[in-house]
């Protein structure tokens, strides 16, 4: 597992847009990273889909507003951020301090 660069990195789960319209090579992308990808993957894939949708007449894809899809992602990222990355270490340490424990009678080390 590599290192993530930014908060741009971190995948969340695919958009039922993307999911329900994406092709064989989105559906093997997606498949491929545990059905998780990251904001701008999907930013890419849904400008992909209406381009297909052109292509067809619009047969392809209803026209769901990429605002839409764009403020589910964020919100999926926020909460994944807030679970991955809250230090609970760190909370855990502040709670023992207000106790008069120390880390060390504890056995944490920090």
């Not at 990251?38 to 067809?56: H, N, W």
Request: charged share 15%.
């Amino acid at each position: 597992m590599s290192l993530l660069q930014t908060a741009g990195d971190i995948a969340v789960k695919v958009h039922p847009y993307i999911a329900k319209f994406g092709n064989e090579a989105m559906n093997e992308q997606i498949k491929n990273h545990d059905g998780k990808l990251s904001i701008a993957q999907q930013r890419v894939m849904y400008f992909e889909i209406l381009e297909q949708a052109q292509k067809t007449g619009g047969q392809v894809a209803p026209n769901v507003p990429l605002q839409h899809m764009m403020n589910d992602l964020q919100q999926w990222r926020g909460e994944q951020i807030k679970q991955q990355y809250t230090p609970t270490e760190h909370i855990l340490y502040q709670q023992q301090a207000v106790a008069g424990t120390s880390p060390k009678s504890t056995g944490l080390e920090i």
